[in-house]
């Protein structure tokens, strides 16, 4: 052979050119999870993992910060030192991480929040729907089964948080002209074994007339308690929660545990497909609106 060291260096150029062209960046997209220990937030990680599934460049790093404010401060600026190429937050608190939200976009990542906000407009988009309209609905929805002087037991979410907050607000607005309610408190934390907890610490269960949960597990306990109270004024009782996810509150729609739930999306497709045109170079809207509805007996059993 003539040119033996010129056919070597031909054959690297090709296996090299082989070798780039066939390796695809991978794009990493961090998740700071406020908790995991939740059927909603069971079904948004699912449905954020379906939704990757149709990308074969992605990689989902999930944090999960056990309800701790702390924690995921210190996981959030783990995944600002990885250099994400997309952050996504779902607060615990709002007001403790907003700090280290603006932290992350500052550093240059593209900060999604969802579900949870955060008090800064320091972020690339936030996906949720509007909790304050669900209260309103759920308000409206309690006006047509309220007799006269009725008391209400509401079953608060955590308290600190935006979601709590709003359906809060927007459930007593839609009652507002009823003077002759009255309300009780018991905070659940969104949780089913402190809503069952704090039920048990309630006085006068005989006096409750409607029982308004900011989620469908705390509605489930609800329901649970007022059934060992009293089987027969349990099942009369009429409670209502927020969620119907599939898998716990939209069966216990069907089956009737709960009188009805306010459709709240997880948003996981919508945020990973906002994380893919952040990463694709596309513009995004600041707020991405997620869409509810109230869901009965007969709608739970349809969907």
Not at 4 to 27: A, D, E, N
Not at 208 to 217: C, E, L, S
Request: include cysteine; charged fraction near 25%.
């Amino acid at each position: 052979m003539k040119h033996p060291f010129l056919l070597v260096w031909l054959t690297l150029i090709v296996l090299c050119g082989c070798t780039s062209s066939g390796k695809q960046k991978r794009h990493v997209i961090g998740l700071s999870q406020c908790m995991l220990d939740d059927a909603w937030r069971e079904a948004m990680i699912n449905d954020m993992r379906i939704e990757a599934s149709n990308y074969d460049d992605v990689e989902i790093i999930i944090k999960d910060a056990q309800n701790n404010n702390e924690t995921q401060i210190q996981q959030i600026r783990d995944l600002i030192r990885q250099k994400v190429d997309v952050l996504i937050i779902s607060p615990y608190q709002s007001e403790p991480i907003t700090a280290v939200a603006e932290e992350a976009y500052r550093a240059g990542i593209p900060t999604i929040i969802t579900d949870r906000k955060v008090n800064t407009d320091q972020y690339t988009s936030f996906v949720g729907a509007n909790n304050y309209e669900i209260g309103l609905a759920a308000g409206n929805y309690a006006a047509h089964y309220l007799p006269p002087n009725a008391i209400i037991l509401e079953i608060w979410g955590l308290t600190q948080t935006s979601p709590a907050q709003e359906r809060h607000k927007g459930f007593v607005d839609a009652l507002r002209e009823r003077e002759d309610l009255s309300f009780r408190k018991i905070e659940g934390q969104w949780l089913v074994d402190t809503a069952r907890m704090e039920l048990r610490k309630l006085e006068h269960p005989g006096q409750i007339d409607f029982v308004y949960a900011h989620n469908d597990m705390m509605a489930i306990a609800a329901r649970e308690y007022f059934m060992a109270w009293d089987s027969i004024r349990g099942r009369d009782l009429r409670i209502i929660g927020v969620d119907a996810v599939a898998g716990a509150g939209l069966e216990a729609v069907e089956d009737g545990r709960i009188n009805a739930s306010f459709l709240y999306p997880t948003g996981g497709e919508q945020v990973i497909r906002t994380a893919m045109r952040i990463i694709q170079g596309e513009p995004v809207d600041k707020f991405i609106p997620l869409r509810t509805a109230p869901v009965d007996h007969q709608s739970a059993r349809t969907l």
